[in-house]
């Protein structure tokens, strides 16, 4: 009788964290669609994951004006970008995944952070605090585009993590401030942190259009897997 060899591979798994939905108070849509889509066509099992909190602020993104008397949850708002399949924050275990990608948007400044609010001076959530450093412990590896690697810097500082913003130098300064070391990129590229297992890309903190944010994010997208 004849062996039949049956080829069983599991799916490297990412989490995808958002911060709401809508560029100017939540998770940049463009950056996360091009992700999604990434992801999806290399084979992964993508959860997207965001913190079960309310919104610093409500933006109408046809005016730019704040909507005063409207909350938002940030986890109920990042389900639009990801068809109703979302999972808290408070919830993900660092070594439950293969690798964690941080996209960016005025939510990562507003509701991860409080880097809109206090520039250089500013904090990061502690849940994602806690997720940040655990991952790396665990040696997984990481992703973090647009004004996200300011969630890094916060995190990694101490470990000297190498990232970049595009070439801001007011956003640049901030992350060293941290700790980081920031490195100038075109927003067609990347920069990998070999030692940390992270991986950067300006995204739309130069993107002028969507094709231009997504060859970087292809990239970051691979060499993250890469790491895998």
Not at 19 to 45: F, M, P, R
Not at 175 to 186: D, W
Not at 199 to 210: D, E, F, R
């Amino acid at each position: 009788m004849r062996r039949i060899s049956i080829d069983v591979r599991m799916k490297t798994k990412v989490a995808l964290i958002l911060s709401g939905c809508g560029v100017y108070d939540g998770a940049e849509i463009h950056e996360s669609v091009l992700t999604l889509l990434a992801l999806a066509k290399a084979g992964t099992q993508t959860s997207c994951i965001a913190p079960d909190i309310t919104q610093r602020h409500v933006i109408d993104h046809a005016t730019g004006e704040e909507l005063e008397d409207e909350d938002r949850n940030v986890m109920s708002e990042a389900a639009r970008i990801s068809r109703g399949e979302i999972l808290p924050l408070d919830n993900i275990k660092a070594e439950n995944y293969d690798a964690f990608i941080y996209v960016g948007g005025f939510g990562v400044a507003k509701n991860l952070s409080s880097y809109a609010f206090d520039g250089a001076d500013y904090d990061v959530d502690p849940a994602v605090i806690d997720l940040i450093q655990a991952a790396h412990e665990a040696g997984k590896a990481q992703g973090f585009m647009c004004i996200a690697p300011v969630l890094a810097a916060r995190a990694l500082g101490e470990k000297h993590v190498q990232l970049t913003i595009g070439n801001d130098p007011d956003t640049a300064a901030a992350l060293v401030a941290k700790g980081a070391q920031h490195i100038a990129c075109p927003v067609d590229s990347i920069v990998v942190d070999e030692a940390n297992r992270v991986v950067s890309t300006p995204a739309y903190m130069l993107a002028k259009s969507i094709t231009e944010a997504e060859s970087g994010i292809n990239q970051l997208v691979t060499a993250v897997l890469k790491f895998c």
